[in-house]
């Protein structure tokens, strides 16, 4: 398969037994009905959306949020993009990495944004051949509420 050739659509409620195998893969697992409920709230919401690419299986998928900031342009930020291992190095990150983009464009997002764990080098070489270029160095907080 070729990018020309991984045919994008946006996700589908049947998609989300495979949504969370592809979640398992980055290193972020969920259920089955996880992922169908986070799929439906990201349905509801405009500024959001789960594109899947390859298939029947999915091969990938890539989730974005578009939204204005108070500090700067409206930003397309991607969320989450993840190939199956055994699909990975033939185009399909960079077909739903296009149509990411085009979607942000779309949306009339001055700007597209990924983070990418230090360790995920393979993806920061991918990021850096579809020109995007590091900004920021950062720590990230979190807090369980």
């Known amino acids: 398969m070729h990018e020309r050739d991984a045919a994008v659509r946006a996700a589908r409620p049947s998609d989300a037994p495979r949504i969370a195998f592809l979640a398992g893969e980055l290193g972020y697992p969920m259920s089955e009905e996880a992922a169908t409920e ?3 709230a990201i349905a509801r919401d405009p500024g959001r959306a789960v594109l899947v690419a390859g298939g029947p299986p999915i091969l990938g998928f890539i989730e974005i949020r ?3 900031d108070l500090l700067g342009p409206r930003t397309t930020e991607i969320e989450a993009l993840v190939v199956d291992s055994g699909a990975r190095s033939r185009g399909i990150g960079g077909a739903l990495l296009a149509a990411a983009l085009e979607r942000a464009r779309e949306g009339g997002a001055a700007r597209v944004r990924v983070r990418s764990r230090v360790a995920r080098e393979r993806a920061h070489a991918f990021y850096e051949r579809a020109g995007f270029r590091l900004s920021k160095t950062q720590h990230v907080f979190s807090l369980d509420v």
Do not use: C, G, P, V
């Open 66 to 68: 578009t939204e204005d």
């Open 38 to 40: 986070r799929l439906a």
